[in-house]
């Protein structure tokens, strides 16, 4: 049991005094099947029939009031095709009627009554009746939603509702720089978070990979900053201009979601610095970042222009969001850069700052306060914490939730997004749906005082593996668990929740073109698999959402919608590339398997292996290293073997003694996976496994500094005439990760693939 909180205490007592339903209900609670739940539900006797015209009346000298009228009055319009009017006075008619109490306030509790002569959402401010609404929508049936069913009239089920919000802070990250996403999207998701009451979307603009905000003032950050160069060739990437900036804030307000911008620093600012190289400690130029991880590359804290930037950047920001709040990243920010630096030294003297650690906390300090001049408060990831912030910022958690006991018990509030509950970019195998439902943004063993500075939640869709073609189902039904932990007072029924969600949710977001995800698996896995026998290569298809169409190519190109459909009795046996990818709604997924298959001399032939292998990384089993199929640039993709710490010594077993032109060895490098090249390959040769011939050792000259991934051969050729019987391959693990690595001093991986034998 966790601690009790002021607020979930107030919600029990509500749970005790409330839990019987009239007798005279003709139906129960059970035909109520919104999420979240709301606070207070009793069931009435009979309906209201919502038939052509409607009447919606609302004070409309109230201006938010009347918004909120003509937005119901829009949404009942679109979905039956009846005529809807916006009406000041109420007359005899059956009608709904929207009051609020009070004109500027924040709260957000309403009541909803529904009787068969009347709609009543009361709320003590707008912002409460528009949640009335979304409440109101969730009583329709599913098929309300779908916009091709028309019907005389729509039955809406006699209840009384009172409502309100345990966490105020209700929100979700979306990550637009690692993909990039069109602005009527975004809009689609603003609109979805508001009907499950969710009221911030956290828009992460700026990244490594992407900067999608226009800033007049710095135009390449745009013009340079939002394109990438893909490992194809390509150009991806992509922005919003200021006026779909407006536009979305705009759309969000109407629907009670406040969009907080986030702009990253001082580190994930690669693409900034792609844009203006002299943002950066060495002024190299840097490409915008094409692979995913944590980058070196941030921003010089030693050079006043830093600061000039970044000042620039948030005028134009601030002018554009109204939100108080302003996020300014903070998270995963490696000090190599700093710590070579003769300006950001200098800077750390003059200020006395004892590391760069206090020169991190320097950094974000000052933002704060050019901040806080212009009304505004700052929210930081959780590593903001490390050199001192004062306590009027606010700390955002995400790497675990004991960060979010520290933060609340040195005075700071707290937005909660732990990765153990609240990263929707992992797989629903590994977060599930009924995860998310237990999440408790309050840590164990803080005080009640403490417990108040608990502002929320939110759900953070990181989106290096997301794309438009698989957002739906990585976020859904996920993300009305989170509306549900976030909103919903007094005890959490996951049994209640579920049925909810299957029974109505699930069929509502499908009538409203959601694709709905699976609850715990992954939505698509595909896994490649050899036949021991005939050494095939095939692709394992498991699904967890409908509609999913495997395509496949054999030629090296990357399957498209035209491409041949693959089924399970496919084999991949005769030499060449092929890849397999799965579509959805005919867009393709960011996933792809690609098996190269090689008959060269050494394949199927046994390996005896001096280390084993990582248990993580087994590769395809005994023969994954002769077994004829070289792997992809993805460490995951189940071809490659793995090995922490330790070297690859490896024996092949020709069966015979035969000639040998020359021997090849593919190892991947993905440095901020943690995996490096070997130092080096030393072959050597035998008949008779008893004398040894030295054969020759390879190095290489990547450095490890290199941040994208890749793959490297590194090839032995043999003096002519060379036979061999028995083939040793000892490939060097290089040693402890390097100073500059996130990971500095701990042991690398090496990743090693085929051994090619001609
Ligand atoms: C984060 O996931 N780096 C905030
Ligand atoms: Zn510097």
Redesign the pocket.
């Known amino acids: 049991m966790r601690r009790g909180t002021a607020p979930r205490i107030a919600g029990l007592a509500a749970l005790l005094v409330v839990p019987f339903v009239p007798v005279a209900a003709q139906h129960s609670t059970d035909a109520i099947r919104v999420v979240p739940y709301p606070e207070h539900v009793e069931a009435r006797r009979g309906a209201f029939t919502l038939r052509d015209p409607v009447r919606i009346v609302a004070d409309t000298a109230n201006v938010r009031l009347g918004e909120i009228a003509e937005f119901l009055a829009r949404v009942i319009g679109e979905q039956t095709g009846f005529a809807v009017t916006v009406e000041a006075l109420r007359g005899t008619d059956p009608a709904i009627v929207l009051t609020a109490r009070g004109a500027a306030h924040e709260a957000e509790d309403y009541e909803l009554t529904v009787s068969p002569a009347e709609i009543r959402i009361d709320g003590t401010s707008p912002r409460g009746v528009l949640w009335g609404v979304q409440t109101l929508r969730q009583l329709l049936p599913p098929a309300f939603e779908d916009p091709t069913v028309r019907q005389a009239a729509w039955i809406i089920p006699a209840v009384s509702i009172r409502d309100r919000p345990k966490f105020r802070w209700r929100g979700s990250l979306f990550d637009v720089s690692r993909h990039f996403f069109p602005v009527e999207f975004v809009e689609r998701y603003i609109d979805l978070l508001s009907r499950y009451k969710m009221n911030v979307l956290h828009w992460h603009l700026t990244d490594d990979q992407g900067w999608r905000i226009e800033i007049a003032k710095y135009p390449r950050l745009t013009e340079v900053g939002a394109w990438r160069l893909e490992p194809d060739g390509s150009r991806y990437g992509g922005f919003y201009t200021r006026d779909e900036i407006r536009r979305v804030v705009e759309y969000a307000r109407l629907r009670n979601v406040t969009v907080v911008p986030e702009i990253e620093m001082p580190g994930h600012a690669q693409a900034a610095i792609a844009a203006y190289p002299e943002l950066g400690c060495t002024g190299d130029s840097v490409p915008v970042a094409t692979s995913w991880g944590v980058m070196r590359e941030i921003y010089c804290a030693g050079n006043e222009r830093t600061f000039e930037f970044l000042e620039g950047v948030l005028d134009e920001v601030l002018a554009l969001f109204p939100s108080e709040y302003i996020h300014i990243g903070g ?2 920010v490696p000090k190599d850069r700093w710590r070579a630096c003769d300006s950001c030294q200098a800077l750390m003297r003059r200020e006395g700052l004892a590391d760069e650690a206090a020169l991190q906390s320097w950094f974000v300090r000052r933002i704060e306060r050019y901040l806080s001049a212009r009304g505004r408060r700052l929210i930081g ?1 959780d590593e903001i914490l490390e050199g001192g912030i004062d306590t009027t910022a606010t700390v955002q958690v ?1 790497r675990n939730m004991a960060h979010a006991a520290s933060a609340v018990r040195l005075g700071n509030d707290v937005i909660a997004s732990p990765t153990s509950h609240a990263y929707f970019d992992g797989s629903p195998r590994s977060l599930p749906l009924g995860r998310v439902y237990e999440f408790d943004p309050v840590p164990p063993g803080v005080d009640d005082a403490e417990a108040s500075r608990i502002l929320g939640g939110e759900a ?1 869709i ?1 989106t290096e593996y997301i794309t438009t073609a698989n957002f739906d189902p990585m976020v859904f039904p996920r993300l009305l668990a989170m509306a549900e932990a976030l909103w919903t007072r007094g005890a959490h029924d996951s049994t209640a929740f579920l049925r909810r969600v299957r029974d109505d949710q699930v069929p509502r977001l499908r009538a409203m073109d959601v694709t709905v995800g699976p609850e715990d698996r992954d939505v698509v896995r595909l896994t490649t698999h050899v036949d021991s026998v005939s050494l095939a290569a095939y692709v394992r298809v498991e699904r967890g959402v409908e509609g999913l169409v495997v395509r496949f190519t054999e030629d090296g190109t990357v399957p498209t919608q035209d491409s041949e459909v693959y089924d399970p009795s496919i084999r991949f046996e005769r030499p060449g590339m092929y890849t397999v990818r799965p579509f959805l709604n005919g867009e393709g997924l960011p996933v792809s398997r690609t098996v190269e298959v090689d008959h060269h001399a050494a394949r199927g032939k046994p390996v005896r292996l001096t280390n084993e292998p990582s248990r993580q990384y087994p590769g395809t089993g005994a023969f994954t290293l002769t077994d004829g199929l070289l792997a992809s640039l993805d460490h995951h993709d189940g071809l490659w073997q793995g090995f922490l710490g330790r070297d690859l010594e490896a024996t092949i077993d020709l069966g015979a003694g035969r000639p040998a032109d020359s021997i090849r060895v593919t190892f991947l490098q993905a440095t901020p996976s943690w995996i490096l090249l070997p130092r080096s390959v030393a072959v050597s040769l035998s008949l008779d496994e008893t004398e040894w011939t030295p054969a020759g050792e390879v190095s290489h000259e990547i450095p490890a500094t290199r941040e994208e991934r890749l793959r490297h051969a590194f090839e032995l050729v043999l003096p002519s005439g060379s036979r061999a019987r028995y083939i040793k391959v000892v490939a060097r693990n290089p040693g402890p990760l390097p100073p500059w690595h996130a990971g500095a001093g701990r042991p690398s991986w090496i990743f090693a693939d085929e051994i090619v034998v001609r």
Do not use: G, T
């Open positions: 998270d995963e990831w995400w953070n990181w």
